[in-house]
């Protein structure tokens, strides 16, 4: 079981980057540690700072949940992708750690991904 990012292009064939819960809870600690801030601090991951304490472009992200809650619009995806392309090219200078190297390639999968929505003009799916 796990979750799936997609673009809401209605086309099967459009590509996806997909996580096991665990793992994008992993991915999103390592986004917010990136960030500045610890994601079990944050409201909803155990901890008691609001988001409106933290400045992030990629809150809606970070904060989304993994089932349920809204599609992330093309517009959020604009918002998200710079940053996201930024701590990507930061990560891969950063060093030669397993997990790491994964949480590039995932990240660059899905800047692709906010970039179709973008381009689309379509929401940013949940799964």
């Known amino acids: 079981m796990g979750l799936v990012l997609f673009p809401g292009d209605g086309d099967t064939s459009s590509p996806d980057v997909s996580w096991s819960y665990s793992g994008?809870?992993?991915?999103?600690?390592?986004l917010a540690q990136a960030e500045g801030f610890?994601?079990?601090?944050?409201?909803?991951f155990g901890g008691e700072r609001s988001w409106s304490e933290?400045?992030?472009?990629?809150?809606?992200?970070?904060?989304?949940?993994?089932v349920g809650g809204?599609?992330?619009?093309?517009?959020?995806?604009?918002?998200?992708?710079?940053?996201?392309e930024a701590i990507t090219d930061q990560w891969a200078q950063d060093g030669d750690d397993t997990l790491l190297h994964e949480h590039i390639e995932d990240a660059r999968q899905l800047a692709g991904i906010l970039r179709l929505c973008i381009e689309k003009n379509v929401p940013l799916l949940f799964l």
Do not use: K, Q
């Open 24 to 30: 994008f809870a992993v991915f999103r600690r390592r």
């Open 38 to 44: 610890s994601l079990s601090e944050m409201w909803g």
């Open 54 to 66: 933290v400045s992030t472009t990629l809150e809606s992200l970070l904060d989304h949940p993994d």
């Open 70 to 84: 809204d599609d992330l619009s093309s517009a959020d995806c604009a918002v998200i992708l710079p940053r996201l």
